[in-house]
């Protein structure tokens, strides 16, 4: 039998907090390893327990959890712990923040239980929890952020013609079937591709590869 999913649930509303704690310690597969109230406290408290898979508020006092998750899953963490974003603020801005910061998923509160417990398995699978609509509709509102940066731009990327080709459709908010039907090509083999892509470019999920795509002006 596999180790459950040991998660930390940071939110500063009691009653909230309380509901999430519940719902996660009801299935066998999970555990709550620890809670808190505020970002710094999910910093210091993840350093110690070391979860799978950390639920995190965005509007927290101390810290919020934007800046909370740069921290734990941001660029440059030499341990980095995946972070769920709930929050009641549904806002592009926010979700935009959130997977910059480097967080893998972004939930809405008023989510059904089973769609928050869908979205940490997901996460702790080390997926990244973002519909492909949400996808095209942050890359076109936000693209014009994500420049290429000095320096760095496709001849840099290595990548095949035909695993470039897969990470512009990616980066298009392409699902895995979609690219599939446009490549003609079987779901496993996209599947496979997408994971060369991740590894070779050494990128957590769908989500950076996205980000990558733009700043090497791959897409624009």
Known sequence: MTDPTRVLVCDDQMLVRTGLVTIIDSQPDMEVAGECEDGRAAVDLAAE???DVVVMDVRMPVLDGIEATKLLAGAGVEHP????VVTTFNLDEYVYDALRAGASGFLLKDAPPS???HGIRTVAMGAALLDPEVTRRLV???????RP????REQDVPLSPRELEVLRLIADGLSNSEIAAALVLSQETVKTFVSRILTKLD??????????AYRRGLVT
Do not use: F, M, S, T
Not at 140 to 146: P, Q, T
Not at 149 to 152: K, P, T
Not at 203 to 212: C, H, I, K, N, P
């Open 203 to 212: 990128l957590r999920d769908r989500v950076q590869a996205v980000v990558y």
């Open 81 to 84: 712990v995946k972070v769920l």
């Open 140 to 146: 076109g509102r936000y693209a014009a952020r994500i």
């Open 149 to 152: 940066a000095d320096g760095e």
């Open 115 to 117: 769609q928050l417990l």
């Open 49 to 51: 327990i070391e979860p």
